[in-house]
């Protein structure tokens, strides 16, 4: 008997319309609730409280904030811990300014932390909507950049004067404004407008640190973001420290050219600079330089964060199994170890099953294994992922850790 003869096409038409079939649908954002994701402390203290509703925008939750010091917006849970840290900051400045120390030594100068400090800050709500994200939100690609060549002459003259980041973090913080930022656990150059200008107002009043010396502040023992860089911000003068990450980041071959792009980028403050050079050399991984020029495309403070916080998940496991090697052009941080695996190392809060991570993990796991010559692919992410999304990347060939700390 004859087999029917089947057309030219078909064939590969319903192999087709089989893999559609199995092929998972895509998903939409995910609205979470405040106490799905957040420690009762967390979603409410005595002088802040964080909505209920908890948007997801690309990976990262999306929280509103209200407090004695005026709304806030935080993208992602990390930067979330460090605003409520620094309204935490705010309410102990604004007890101190009212002491009978303060009082004694200040003289008549006034320093209005409260809502004083929230109204001398040009158009508050608007500037602290933004604050940890800015109006552009994180973008959506883990995979490979659009490298551009820096712009040069005229054009980067503009960009100089234009400059956020390095540059305009430092504006105002004197070594009395680290030394208070220090005395209440803060980044002495944080983005929170609020917080800056108690600070650089505490800085020009006690302009010799005096008044801290005589000041007992109660700090809790888990402080914020800046205790990962030792006494580094606090401590050191600006220049002398932006000198010393621009050796730390030579040392590992990023061209000066990079080095003045991470400059300018509006993403990153000295913090996070020096953040960012510390985690990488400790490391010394070969392509941290790669990494240092894709970091320094960050545009915003979330972005630069992501960067950060990536070379310090990497600096953490490295002291267990050694990292080696970085994956060139990739946002997404994958790092090849010493027995040969290859490690995407994620600091997100919620990943869903969408087109465009769908796209990356197979650029991500096709080039690790190719480029990297990985034989084992594995993920670790500080957040969470969909039902949907952890099989499919279980699919394509990644072994997924939630919740890494």
Same mark, same amino acid.
């Given at each position: 008997?004859?087999?029917?003869?089947?057309?030219?096409?078909?064939?590969?038409?319903?192999?087709?319309?089989?893999?559609?079939?199995?092929?998972?649908?895509?998903?939409?954002?995910?609205?979470?609730?405040?106490?799905?994701?957040?420690?009762?402390?967390?979603?409410?203290?005595?002088?802040?409280?964080?909505?209920?509703?908890?948007?997801?925008?690309?990976?990262?939750?999306?929280?509103?904030?209200? /407090?004695?010091?005026?709304?806030?917006?935080?993208?992602?849970?990390?930067?979330?811990?460090?605003?409520?840290? @620094?309204?935490?900051?705010?309410?102990?400045?604004?007890?101190?300014?009212?002491?009978?120390?303060?009082?004694?030594?200040?003289?008549?100068?006034?320093?209005?932390?409260?809502?004083?400090?929230?109204? %001398?800050?040009?158009?508050?709500?608007?500037?602290?909507?933004?604050?940890?994200?800015?109006?552009?939100?994180?973008?959506?690609?883990?995979?490979?950049?659009?490298?551009?060549?820096?712009?040069?002459g005229k054009s980067e003259a503009g960009k100089?004067?234009?400059?956020?980041?390095?540059?305009?973090?430092?504006?105002?913080?004197?070594?009395?404004?680290?030394?208070? %930022?220090?005395?209440?656990?803060?980044?002495?150059?944080?983005?929170?407008?609020?917080?800056?200008?108690?600070?650089?107002?505490?800085?020009?009043?006690?302009?010799?640190?005096?008044?801290? =010396?005589?000041?007992?502040?109660?700090?809790?023992?888990?402080?914020?973001? /800046?205790?990962?860089?030792?006494?580094?911000?606090?401590?050191?003068?600006?220049?002398?420290?932006?000198?010393?990450?621009?050796?730390?980041?030579?040392?590992?071959?990023?061209?000066?050219?990079?080095?003045?792009?991470l400059y300018l980028s509006k993403g990153f403050?000295?913090?996070?600079?020096?953040?960012?050079?510390?985690?990488?050399?400790?490391?010394?991984?070969?392509?941290?330089?790669?990494?240092?020029?894709?970091?320094?495309?960050?545009?915003?403070?979330?972005?630069?964060?992501?960067?950060?916080?990536?070379?310090?998940?990497?600096?953490?496991?490295?002291?267990? /199994?050694?990292?080696?090697?970085?994956?060139?052009?990739?946002?997404?941080?994958?790092?090849?170890?010493?027995?040969?695996? =290859?490690?995407g190392l994620l600091p997100l809060d919620w990943?869903?099953?969408? @087109?465009?991570?769908?796209?990356?993990?197979?650029?991500?796991?096709?080039?690790?294994?190719?480029?990297?010559? =990985?034989?084992?692919?594995?993920?670790?992410?500080?957040?969470?992922?969909?039902?949907?999304?952890?099989?499919?990347? =279980?699919?394509?060939?990644?072994?997924?850790?939630?919740?890494?700390?």
């Open positions: 008997m004859k087999m029917a003869a089947i057309r030219p096409g078909f064939s590969v038409f319903a192999l087709s319309l089989a893999v559609l079939a199995f092929a998972a649908a895509y998903e939409g954002q995910r609205t979470f609730k405040a106490s799905e994701v957040l420690k009762t402390s967390e979603i409410e203290g005595p002088h802040y409280k964080v909505a209920q509703a908890v948007p997801t925008e690309g990976y990262f939750w999306i929280f509103s904030i209200t /407090t004695d010091y005026g709304p806030l917006e935080a993208e992602g849970k990390s930067m979330l811990l460090v605003r409520l840290d @620094e309204v935490r900051a705010l309410a102990q400045l604004d007890e101190v300014s009212k002491s009978e120390v303060f009082l004694a030594s200040a003289g008549t100068s006034v320093l209005n932390v409260g809502k004083g400090a929230v109204a %001398a800050v040009k158009d508050p709500v608007a500037t602290a909507k933004g604050i940890g994200g800015g109006m552009k939100r994180f973008g959506t690609n883990l995979g490979r950049t659009a490298k551009q060549a820096t712009s040069t100089t004067a234009d400059a956020g980041g390095v540059a305009n973090s430092v504006l105002g913080i004197n070594a009395a404004a680290r030394k208070w %930022a220090q005395k209440v656990g803060v980044d002495p150059y944080t983005t929170n407008p609020v917080l800056k200008k108690a600070l650089s107002d505490l800085g020009q009043i006690d302009s010799a640190g005096s008044i801290a =010396a005589k000041v007992v502040v109660p700090i809790p023992i888990v402080v914020s973001a /800046t205790a990962t860089v030792g006494n580094l911000v606090w401590a050191k003068d600006p220049q002398a420290l932006l000198k010393e990450n621009e050796q730390q980041l030579r040392a590992l071959g990023v061209s000066d050219g990079v080095i003045k792009k403050t000295l913090t996070l600079h020096t953040r960012l050079a510390g985690a990488l050399s400790a490391v010394k991984a070969k392509g941290s330089a790669d990494y240092v020029a894709t970091a320094a495309e960050a545009d915003t403070e979330r972005e630069a964060l992501f960067f950060v916080e990536s070379a310090e998940m990497m600096k953490s496991f490295h002291q267990k /199994t050694p990292v080696l090697e970085l994956l060139a052009d990739s946002r997404a941080l994958v790092g090849k170890t010493r027995d040969g695996r =290859a490690l990943v869903s099953w969408t @087109e465009t991570y769908e796209k990356a993990l197979r650029e991500a796991a096709e080039r690790a294994r190719k480029e990297l010559g =990985a034989a084992k692919l594995e993920m670790k992410l500080t957040g969470r992922m969909s039902e949907t999304a952890m099989k499919e990347t =279980a699919t394509l060939g990644w072994a997924v850790l939630e919740k890494v700390t």
